[in-house]
């Protein structure tokens, strides 16, 4: 089961961006901007690596560092967090018996099992959620664990602003510090998001498994109507 759920995740993959395609240009030595990514999504790019300093947990390809932070995003219905985050995820994992060092892994003494068994349950990870990819995020809003900001603009916002924050000290250490950004330099931050959307994952993947997918190697006709009642011979 566990590699059936990896295998469909690896395949939902989105391609590449107006960003990407920017990108391409700019190493080969031309910085100009482009039809879908213009002056204000060059800009936002420039915050986003700089002052705004976005890049310190969105980097890499994936624009994520893969590792658990604690933002304070305040929560969905007001009032303090309740979600623990990966405390719980840690938790959940080490009693999990088909984690990768359990009895049924195929590589009990692998990278990952290593990595299993020396994941505690630290209570500083109470919280913390892991940074998530900005690729095509533009399509999926809402944002946050909870959903709890609506839109890039509210993200955008609430960073700027740090309104309503949770528990940012963390060992005495702020994890962010309210940017102060300008109007405009809050839609050019949008714009550079907007310019990493690239083509979505296959429609068919994504929908509900429940829904019977046009079969492309079937002849058209009339469908069953009931899922499942369309193979009267398998005698099984
Ligand atoms: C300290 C690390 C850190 C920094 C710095 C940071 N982020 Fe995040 N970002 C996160 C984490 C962690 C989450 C998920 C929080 C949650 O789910 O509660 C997140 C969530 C987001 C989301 C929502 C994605 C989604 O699909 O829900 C967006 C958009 C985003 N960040 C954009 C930005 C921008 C723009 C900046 C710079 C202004 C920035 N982030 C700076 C760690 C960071």
């Not at 961006?17 to 920017?22: G, T």
């Not at 031309?30 to 213009?38: E, K, L, R, S, V």
């Not at 893969?66 to 304070?72: A, L, N, R, S, V």
């Not at 528990?167 to 102060?180: S, W």
Request: glycine content about 12%.
């Amino acid at each position: 089961m566990g590699k059936a759920i990896g295998a469909f995740e690896r395949r939902l993959v989105t391609g590449p961006s107006a960003f990407d395609r920017w990108l391409e240009r700019l190493r080969a030595g031309d910085a100009a901007p482009t039809q879908d990514f213009g002056p204000d999504a060059i800009r936002g790019a420039i915050l986003f690596a700089g002052r705004a300093d976005c890049i310190r947990c969105h980097s890499g390809p994936l624009l994520s560092d893969g590792e658990f932070h604690m933002i304070g995003v305040p929560t969905a219905g007001g009032g303090a967090p309740s979600d623990r985050g990966r405390l719980e995820g840690i938790e959940r994992l080490q009693r999990d018996p088909f984690n990768a060092a359990g009895r049924y892994s195929d590589d009990p003494q692998g990278t990952r099992a290593k990595v299993t068994r020396a994941t505690a349950p630290d209570p500083d990870a109470w919280g913390r959620f892991r940074t998530p990819s900005l690729r095509s995020a533009a399509a999926t809003p809402p944002y946050m664990h909870q959903g709890q900001l609506a839109s890039l603009e509210d993200v955008i916002r609430f960073y700027d602003t740090l309104e309503g924050a949770n528990d940012l000290d963390h060992h005495g250490e702020r994890v962010l510090e309210p940017l102060g950004l300008a109007e405009g330099e809050r839609a050019d931050l949008a714009a550079f998001l907007r310019g990493v959307q690239g083509s979505l994952p296959d429609p068919a993947l994504v929908g509900d498994p429940r829904t019977e997918q046009p079969d492309k190697n079937a002849e058209s006709g009339p469908k069953s109507a009931v899922p499942g009642s369309s193979n009267p011979g398998s005698g099984t």
